[in-house]
C-alpha cells in the first residue's frame, strides 16, 4: 500500500471541516493523514479541535512578520517541514501570496460556501439571499493567486427556502460541504484529478471493472 497523503489544513475560525476530515479519516472514508494545522487566529477553535487529537497545531501572528510575503514564507516552511502534500484550506481568511501558493500549485484546495463564480469573498450565504438566487451551494477548488478564483473541482447545490436567513442557509450548505470537501481529498488521494485550464477531469474511467 502507499503512504497516505499528508495534508496541512489552513484554518481561521471553527474548524468544521477540519472536524469533517478527520471524522472521514477515522472511519476509513478518507485515507489520508493530518500533518499540520496551521493558523492566523491563536483563538481558532479548529487549532483546539486539532491539539485534541494529537494533531501539531500552531497559529502565526500575521502581526509578528513585516509583510505577506514573509508570512506566507513561514507558512510554507511549515507545512514543508511536516511533509504536506496537499494544503486544504478550510474557513482560512487571509489572501494569500504567489509565495504559497506556487509551489502549492495544483496540490492546494479551498472551500468556499457558494455556487462560484456567484458569491466570491466574505458572507458568501448573505450574498447569495440579498441577490434573490434560488439555488446556492458550496464549491471545492484548486487555488490560484485570485480569491475563490481557481479551477473548479466539485460543486453541490443546496436550493434556498422563502424563509432562508444567512444562518438557515449557512448550516445547510455547511452539511453538504462537511460531505464534499472530504470527497474531494479522497479523489485527490486516489490520484483521479487533473487540471486542463480551468477544467479539472476527475477520472471515473478508473471505475471501470472495479466492483463496489
Ligand atoms: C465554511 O463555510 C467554508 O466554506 C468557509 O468558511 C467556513 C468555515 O467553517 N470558507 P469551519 O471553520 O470549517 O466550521
Known amino acids: 500500500m502507499s503512504d497516505p497523503l499528508i495534508l496541512g489544513v489552513l484554518a481561521s475560525g471553527r474548524g468544521s471541516n477540519l472536524q469533517a476530515i478527520t471524522d472521514a479519516i477515522t472511519d476509513g472514508s478518507l485515507q489520508a493523514q493530518l500533518g499540520v494545522v496551521l493558523s492566523n487566529k491563536q483563538e481558532a477553535p479548529a487549532l483546539a479541535r486539532a491539539k485534541a487529537q494529537g494533531?501539531?497545531?500552531?497559529?502565526?501572528?500575521?502581526?509578528?512578520?513585516?509583510?505577506?510575503?514573509?508570512?506566507?514564507?513561514?507558512?510554507?516552511?511549515?507545512?514543508?517541514?511536516?511533509?504536506?502534500?496537499?494544503?486544504?484550506?478550510?474557513?482560512?481568511?487571509?489572501?494569500?501570496?504567489?509565495?504559497?501558493?506556487g509551489p502549492y500549485r495544483g496540490r492546494m484546495i479551498n472551500i468556499h460556501p457558494s455556487l462560484l463564480p456567484a458569491f466570491a469573498g466574505l458572507h458568501a450565504q448573505r450574498q447569495a439571499l440579498e441577490y434573490g438566487v434560488k439555488l446556492s451551494g458550496c464549491t471545492v477548488h484548486f487555488v490560484d493567486e485570485k480569491m475563490d478564483h481557481g479551477p473548479v473541482i466539485a460543486q453541490a447545490a443546496v436550493p434556498i427556502q422563502a424563509d432562508d436567513t444567512e444562518f438557515s442557509l449557512a448550516e445547510r450548505i455547511l452539511i453538504e460541504e462537511h460531505r464534499l470537501l472530504p470527497q474531494v481529498i479522497q479523489w485527490f488521494a486516489e490520484g483521479r484529478l487533473s487540471i486542463d485550464g480551468r477544467v479539472v477531469r476527475n477520472n471515473t474511467d478508473l471505475d471501470i471493472g472495479v466492483k463496489k
Do not use: C, N
Open 55 to 101: 494533531i501539531p497545531a500552531y497559529a502565526f501572528d500575521p502581526k509578528d512578520y513585516p509583510s505577506r510575503e514573509a508570512y506566507d514564507t513561514v507558512l510554507l516552511e511549515t507545512l514543508q517541514a511536516h511533509q504536506v502534500k496537499l494544503v486544504v484550506l478550510a474557513g482560512y481568511m487571509r489572501l494569500l501570496t504567489p509565495e504559497l501558493v
